[in-house]
């Protein structure tokens, strides 16, 4: 369950990351409340997950979840470089995160 806790705080994050960019773009109420809902729910399930995962592990998987997600969003939504050097240390960073997984 700490692993489901974990990859949900991981979404939550990438959600956050969105919520950034919205406002940036729309100055109002509703992408604030946005923003920290999201963050806020990330690091609710963070917490969670940190009651069985070693803090070293959960920190790692959620950071990657977070940052290649983002990454993932900004090239799929917003037209941001999909160069191959890119895209492949995305999928590292995904493969540590699974490999932390594999052996913890």
């Known amino acids: 369950m ?16 969105l919520m950034i960019n919205k406002l940036h773009k729309d100055r109002n109420w509703q992408s604030v409340i946005l923003l920290i809902l999201g963050f806020g729910a990330s690091f609710l399930f963070l917490s ?27 090239m ?3 037209g941001e470089s999909k160069d191959w050097k890119r895209v492949m240390f995305i999928i590292m960073i995904l493969g540590a ?3 932390l997984k594999l052996f913890s």
């Not at 700490?2 to 990351?17: H, K, Q, R």
């Not at 803090?55 to 290649?68: E, K, L, P, Q």
Request: net charge negative; proline share 2%; glycine share 18%.
């Open 76 to 78: 799929m939504l917003y």
């Open 48 to 74: 969670h997950a940190m009651l069985t995962l070693p803090m070293g592990t959960a920190y790692a998987v959620w950071t990657g979840i977070g940052a290649s997600g983002g990454a993932i969003l900004g």
């Open 97 to 99: 995160a699974i490999g």
């Open 2 to 17: 700490a692993w489901v806790s974990l990859v949900i705080a991981g979404l939550f994050e990438m959600f956050g990351v």
